[in-house]
């Protein structure tokens, strides 16, 4: 019955994106709803970005393992990110009205800047996407007693389905039933386990420290500089990424832009804390899951509940989570691969063309995310992987773009370039300071050292410019 369950609910998110694909008439459609969702439901699909595999299975795994100095990434980093961009960015790049996040680089710094920080961006997806994968595979051994390799084919392809008919309108549609099914099976699961496990002696069981947010102050400066990477490698990492983005600014308003990707904030860190507590019942109840396959902790605990109708909550819930996020990653690079890199080579396309050019883009990027899933099966460094990219790369031209006037086309080139090969060379040395933080230092360093080049030597850049903008 549970494998029933889970594929008939595969089948109607293929019938959703069937019925959204209707909706499709042009590329904005496609890609941002057609710039019609009301608070409610945008508010829904920004919650969905992330709360997916990284959530559900690989945060719950290192909350169990390190306390909450191991989940400072995710969920608290990402909530963090959602409430930036609302209270920031949602209302200044709403006004744009751009198609993706790559039009905002070409604007503000032309088109050498647009293609570089496009192919970033499209490269920074496939470890996230790759981990939805992973999870998806899990999912699929545990209900259907299959490999996981061949889980994460049959599913994924489920996913690229609706995603491609339906782009946008159907992750807005999808995402909104399953963020329901999300709060009601974690809801119920978190109460079962606290009426038959006492919550108190489940806390007082822990070791002292485990609920500990900062460092041990004997903790050296590097210890803190480390401390502070895990905040902003996906809280501010992910601020120039594609699906916030499209998600944001498919909001109806730029009222309802900011509000609702605030408030998703605020509901995706008090969610994520649901899956945490689980994973923590099923490291006290079930260690051995702990030792096999700390991944496996919460699918675990409810697989031996014996209870069908909790198992059927708790699958509905990760099916839901996984395939919400997987979607919306796998459109996002899509957009950016067919609008800012694609499209500049293909001259004089029609908006039909560029819709194909867009659904065509959305099976490229699975392909290649599906051949990442099935060399590695670590969720949550494949999604902090991904993250560390943006942020070393894009993060500090979006902010000079939009904040700082002086901010040049030479500076954004510097900072994109000198970031990536910083952060490259200290993964290389495996330096004791976290990577991202040489990275991040050095697009600084060349997005100010960009100002101080002569006019000369970027005008040609900056007759680039004012062609894109024109």
Not at 163 to 185: E, P, R
Not at 250 to 257: I, L, Q, T
Not at 429 to 438: A, D, G, Q, R, V
Request: hydrophobic share 55%.
């Amino acid at each position: 019955m549970l494998a029933v369950f889970v594929l008939l609910y595969l089948l109607l998110n293929l019938f959703i994106g069937w019925q959204a694909s209707r909706k499709v008439h042009n590329t904005q459609d496609f890609m941002l709803a057609g710039r019609r969702l009301p608070f409610y439901m945008s508010t829904a699909v920004v919650f969905a970005t992330w709360f997916g595999s990284e959530t559900l299975l690989g945060a719950s795994a290192e909350f169990a393992q390190h306390g909450l100095l191991g989940v400072i990434e995710d969920p608290f980093g990402a909530a963090l990110c959602l409430v930036l961009v609302g209270v920031f960015f949602a209302r200044r790049l709403y006004r744009m009205n751009l198609l993706t996040m790559g039009d905002f680089y070409r604007i503000r710094f032309g088109r050498r800047v647009e293609a570089l920080a496009a192919v970033c961006m499209v490269l920074s997806y496939f470890g996230w996407i790759a981990a939805q994968m992973v999870a998806l595979g899990i999912l699929m051994q545990q209900v259907f007693e299959i490999d996981a390799a061949v889980g994460m084919v049959l599913a994924s392809a489920v996913v690229v389905g609706y995603t491609y008919l339906g782009g946008m309108w159907s992750i807005s549609v999808t995402d909104f039933i399953q963020t329901c099914l999300i709060l009601l099976g974690l809801v119920v699961i978190c109460a079962v386990l606290i009426w038959k496990y006492p919550l108190g002696e489940l806390l007082e069981a822990q070791p002292q420290g485990f609920f500990r947010m900062v460092p041990a102050e004997e903790r050296s400066a590097t210890g803190w500089l480390n401390y502070l990477a895990l905040w902003i490698t996906i809280g501010l990492g992910s601020i120039p990424q594609q699906d916030v983005f499209q998600r944001v600014m498919a909001s109806k308003s730029e009222r309802v832009a900011v509000f609702s990707s605030v408030a998703a904030g605020a509901m995706y860190l008090s969610v994520a804390f649901m899956p945490l507590l689980i994973g923590l019942y099923a490291a006290k109840l079930h260690p051995d899951l702990l030792a096999e396959d700390p991944q496996m902790l919460v699918p675990g605990l409810v697989a031996r509940s014996g209870e069908l109708w909790l198992q059927v909550l708790f699958f509905g819930a990760l099916v839901s989570a996984i395939i919400s996020t997987s979607s919306g990653a796998m459109l996002a690079p899509a957009a950016i691969l067919s609008e800012n890199l694609l499209r500049p080579q293909l001259h004089r396309l029609s908006d039909r063309q560029l819709l194909r050019l867009s659904r065509l883009s959305v099976l490229l990027v699975a392909a290649v995310s599906l051949g990442m899933a099935l060399s590695s099966n670590n969720i949550y460094e494949l999604v902090g992987e991904s993250s560390a990219l943006s942020l070393v790369s894009l993060l500090v031209p979006l902010v000079a773009g939009m904040f700082w006037k002086k901010a040049t086309p030479a500076g954004a080139m510097l900072s994109i370039t000198a970031g990536m090969l910083v952060w490259l060379l200290a993964v290389w040395l495996e330096t004791e300071l976290n990577p991202m933080l040489w990275g991040l230092a050095a697009s600084v360093l060349g997005q100010l050292t960009g100002a101080l080049i002569p006019y000369k030597v970027q005008q040609p850049l900056a007759k680039e410019l004012q062609e894109a903008a024109e």
